[in-house]
């Protein structure tokens, strides 16, 4: 059985969508969970249903993953509220969907900021708390264009397959001192995020939102997006110690989406 009592667990992103998930399902499992993004509206409101829900307190912090000083405070508080990291789930906020050419470096800027330079700084705090218990793990949310580059997703498709790589090779480099590190690649899933990119399609292509929808499912083998709870499960078991010889992956979680073997 997954136990999570206990662990001391950073989520990014939680506010809403995937990261919204995870939260739910790790609180489920009684984990100690920080999570923040940049709306403490919808923070506060994450907290309450939490706490309904599941009878879990959480820390919630106000802070962009695209600036440093926010993450040192993210830390700082995770500190403060629980201790060391035990593990880490980086998530993300939404890179801009546009054709390369109309993406100018400020883009590139911001994101390499939100994601990259994000997943480096929270790793290297994370990975100097797990090494002193000899215990940590290091969970990467990407996408599935890590393994099916998508058409204007230049921003998307070239950071997350940094990470991936930055992913795989400290599953080697902290494998000694039991850290397991693998990222996730998943398909669909049915947020605001895949809200927006549906409407802005059924703009481009002058059809209806439904068509669309439609079109997107039937490129699924199972027909359906995925629920954001569904990547909770998977970050839960990759969390607790039933995944302990589990290291160095990118675990699609897709209905079928990417065909490639
Ligand atoms: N949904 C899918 O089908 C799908 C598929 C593949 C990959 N992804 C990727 O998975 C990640 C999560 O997607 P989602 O669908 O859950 O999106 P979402 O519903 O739009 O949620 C995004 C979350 O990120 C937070 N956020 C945005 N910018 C941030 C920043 N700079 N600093 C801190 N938090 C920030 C938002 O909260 P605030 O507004 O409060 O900051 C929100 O909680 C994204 O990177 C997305 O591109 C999604």
Known sequence: MISLKNKNIIVCAGSSGIGRGVVAVLS?????????????????????????????????????????????????????????IDALVMNYGDPRVDNFLKLDMDDWDYNIDMMLKSTILLTKFAADDMIKKNDGRIIYITSMTTKNPLKDFAISNTLRSGIVALGKT???ELAPHNITVNSISQGYFYTDRLKDIISKRSEELNKNYDEIMDNIKSEIPMNRFGKPEEIGNLVAFLASDLSSYITGDNIQIDGGAVKSI
Not at 46 to 61: A, G, H, P, R, S
């Open 28 to 84: 489920k499992y009684n984990a100690n969970i920080t999570t923040f993004s940049r709306n403490i509206e919808k923070l506060n409101l994450l907290k309450k249903y939490i706490k309904e829900e599941t009878n879990n307190d959480i820390n919630t912090v106000k802070a962009d993953l695209s600036k440093k000083e926010d993450i040192i405070n993210v830390v700082k508080s995770h500190h403060n509220e629980y201790g060391d």
């Open 170 to 172: 400290l599953s080697i």
